[in-house]
């Protein structure tokens, strides 16, 4: 499937601090999602995007499909311990099929 | 509400012996669903898909393969393990015709 480029790989932040990451893709996607993974469980999903130009909020967290629809983005304001994990997107083509997922990024927050 | 339920959570086993990891899901009916391997903490490798019983799509050629006996229910299997099919699998499922996939708790396999 189709590789997403997600960055930064890693980051290591303050507490309190605001995180930003994104994907980018050479190909088109109808569908942007994002998820977060804590060690040893499965990922989980925190926002889905379905139209391009789309802003989404869930609490602390917000993302964006780019009007090319060729890119997301995903915030967190005020990141706390708990934000620790891998967060990954995913670009979807076909409803319901395979998704293409992104690398990762590895967020470490210190108290 | 929709659960996905992945059976054993841990595993340990000897290079060529067989594999059988379980998948199951409540609350939903015609799930599309999905294994994924995953290495090191990083990267979703996807394996298989399903979107409905019998019927499966292999995304990489190796020595696992996969069933899905009924409706609910998707499994992962080997003949001969190798060293390389140690990772962490998680089986997932998509319904309602949306692209939204959800993931279960995973297995840890670890092939010595």
């Known amino acids: 499937g189709q590789q997403l480029n997600q960055s930064p790989q890693s980051m290591f932040i303050q507490e309190g601090e605001d995180v930003s990451m994104n994907c980018t893709s050479s190909s088109i996607f109808n569908t942007w999602l994002w998820y977060k993974q804590e060690p040893g469980e499965g990922p989980v999903l925190l926002i889905a995007l379905y139209k391009a130009g789309e802003l989404t909020s869930n609490g602390r967290l917000t993302a964006q499909f780019g009007i090319t629809r060729k890119d997301s983005f995903l915030n967190i304001s005020a990141s706390i311990p708990s934000d620790v994990g891998i967060y990954f997107c995913?670009?979807?083509?076909?409803?319901?099929?395979?998704?293409?997922f992104g690398k990762g990024t590895s967020l470490l927050v210190t108290p | 509400s929709q659960t996905i339920h992945q059976w054993p959570a841990t595993l340990v086993q000897p290079v060529g012996s067989p594999l059988s990891l379980e998948c199951t899901v409540e609350g939903t009916s015609n799930p599309n669903l999905y294994w994924y391997r995953q290495a090191a903490g990083r990267g979703l490798q996807l394996l298989f898909y399903s979107v409905g019983i019998g019927q499966i799509s292999s995304e990489v050629p190796q020595n696992l393969s996969a069933s899905r006996p009924q409706d609910r229910q998707f499994i992962l299997s080997s003949k001969k393990l190798l060293l390389s099919d140690s990772g962490f699998y998680l089986c997932a499922r998509t319904s309602g015709g949306y692209n939204e996939q959800f993931f279960g708790p995973g297995t840890r396999l670890t092939v010595l």
């Open positions: 995913a670009g979807g083509s076909n409803s319901g099929y395979a998704l293409n």
